[in-house]
C-alpha cells in the first residue's frame, strides 16, 4: 500500500513538475486561482468589515447620490493584495528577484494605504495619514526601488527608454534621469489609481486592462521567438518571466473584485487597495522597459490626476475660481447631471481604446 501511495506520489510530483514548466499554463493558473480566491473570501471579508463598522465617508460637497454609499464596506483592497500575492507565490518561480520586487512593492505601498484607511476608517481621523508623511514614505521607498532597478536592469551602465510605435528610436539614460523617471511613475500611477477610484468600479476596470496589457508585452519581451518576431529587444532574464505571471494575477483578482465592486458597490478598495496597485503597475512598466506605452493605457489615470491638480491650481492661483465643478474629473460629469453608471461606462470604453492603442503599438513598429 506505502509503495503504492508513494508511487503515484512521485507520478504527482514529476507532472506538475512539468506543468510547472509551461509559462502559458502558470499564466492561466494564476489569474485563476487569484479569481477564486477573491470571489470564495469576498462575502466573508464584506460581512467582517460590516461588523467592524469599517464604511465608506462621502464628502458633503460631493453629488447627492453618493450620499447613500455611506458606510458601505471600505478596505477591500486588502482581499487584492492577499489574492495576488497569494496566487504569485503558488504559482510563481520563487527563485525571480523580480517577483519578490514586486510582492515587496505590493507590501509596502499596501501598508501606507492600510495605515492611512485605518487612521481615516477606524481611528476616526478625518485627513487619515497626513499627506506630508504619505508622499514621503512613497518617495523614500520608489526611490529605493528606482536603484534596485537599475543595477538589476542594466548591462552596460545605461538604460534605453523605449518609444512606441518605432523599433529604432530611444532615449539613453543613466542612472540620475532613470531614478527621476522611476520616482514620478510609481508615485504619480500609485496616487492618480488612488484619485480615480471614486464610482463604483471605475478604477478596477482600467487597472485590469493595464495589468494584461503589461503582462502581454512582458511575455512577448521574454520569449525569444516572439520578441525577434515583432522586433522587440529580447529580455534574456528568465526571471522576468515571472512579471507576465504577476500581471494576471493582478487581471484575475481584479475581475473578481468587480464582481463585489460593481454598481450598486458592496464593498471599496479603499486607499490599500488602489494606492497599491498603482505603485505595482508602475514598477512592472519600469522592469519590462514600457514606461511610454504604459502612459498611453493608463492615460484616465493620468487625466483624473491633472484635474486635480488643475483644479488646486486654478483655485489657489485665481482667487477661488474653479476649472470643474468637483473633481477628480468623473465629479465634474456626474454634477453636469451624468448618472454615476454612465460615467463609469464611458470611462470603461475611453479605458478600453486606449489599451487597444497599446496593444496596436505592438505589431506597428
Not at 41 to 68: A, E
Not at 214 to 226: C, D, K, Q, S
Amino acid at each position: 500500500m506505502l509503495i503504492y501511495l508513494f508511487g503515484w506520489l512521485s507520478q504527482y510530483c514529476s507532472a506538475l513538475e512539468v506543468f510547472y514548466k509551461y509559462i502559458s499554463v502558470r499564466i492561466l493558473m494564476v489569474s485563476i486561482t487569484s479569481l477564486l480566491i477573491t470571489l470564495f473570501l469576498g462575502y466573508p471579508m464584506i460581512r467582517w468589515l460590516q461588523k467592524m463598522q469599517i464604511g465608506q465617508v462621502v464628502r458633503d460637497d460631493g453629488p447627492q447620490t453618493h450620499f447613500s454609499k455611506k458606510n458601505t464596506p471600505t478596505m477591500g483592497g486588502v482581499l487584492i493584495i492577499l489574492s495576488i500575492v497569494i496566487s504569485s507565490l503558488l504559482w510563481g518561480n520563487l527563485t525571480s528577484i523580480y517577483l519578490w520586487v514586486l510582492i515587496i512593492v505590493m507590501i509596502f505601498f499596501g501598508a501606507i494605504g492600510f495605515l492611512d484607511d485605518y487612521l481615516k476608517l477606524v481611528l476616526k481621523h478625518p485627513q487619515g495619514l497626513k499627506s506630508r508623511y504619505k508622499f514621503a514614505l512613497q518617495s523614500v521607498f520608489s526611490i529605493i526601488i528606482a536603484i534596485v532597478m537599475f543595477y538589476l536592469l542594466n548591462k552596460d551602465g545605461s538604460m534605453n527608454l523605449s518609444i512606441p510605435f518605432s523599433k529604432e528610436l530611444y532615449i539613453p539614460m543613466g542612472i540620475v534621469l532613470f531614478t527621476i523617471l522611476t520616482f514620478f511613475i510609481i508615485n504619480g500611477s500609485s496616487n492618480a489609481v488612488n484619485l480615480t477610484d471614486g464610482l463604483d468600479g471605475l478604477a478596477i476596470v482600467p487597472v485590469v486592462l493595464v495589468a494584461t496589457g503589461l503582462g502581454i508585452y512582458a511575455y512577448i519581451e521574454t520569449n525569444h521567438n516572439l520578441s525577434g518576431y515583432l522586433l522587440f529587444d529580447y529580455l534574456n532574464n528568465a526571471g522576468l518571466a515571472e512579471v507576465a505571471v504577476f500581471c494576471a494575477a493582478i487581471a484575475g483578482s481584479g475581475l473578481a473584485f468587480l464582481w463585489f465592486n460593481s454598481h450598486p458597490a458592496e464593498v471599496f478598495m479603499g486607499d490599500v487597495g488602489s494606492l497599491t496597485l498603482g505603485a505595482v503597475l508602475g514598477v512592472i512598466a519600469v522592469m519590462i522597459r514600457q514606461e511610454l506605452v504604459f502612459f498611453i493605457m493608463s492615460l484616465l489615470f493620468v487625466v483624473e490626476a491633472l484635474s486635480v491638480i488643475l483644479q488646486v491650481g486654478s483655485y489657489k492661483l485665481r482667487n477661488g475660481k474653479r476649472i470643474f465643478k468637483m473633481a477628480p474629473i468623473h465629479h465634474h460629469f456626474e454634477l453636469k447631471g451624468w448618472p454615476e453608471t454612465k460615467v463609469v461606462a464611458r470611462f470603461w470604453i475611453i479605458s478600453i481604446v486606449l489599451f487597444l492603442i497599446g496593444m496596436i503599438a505592438i505589431k506597428v513598429r
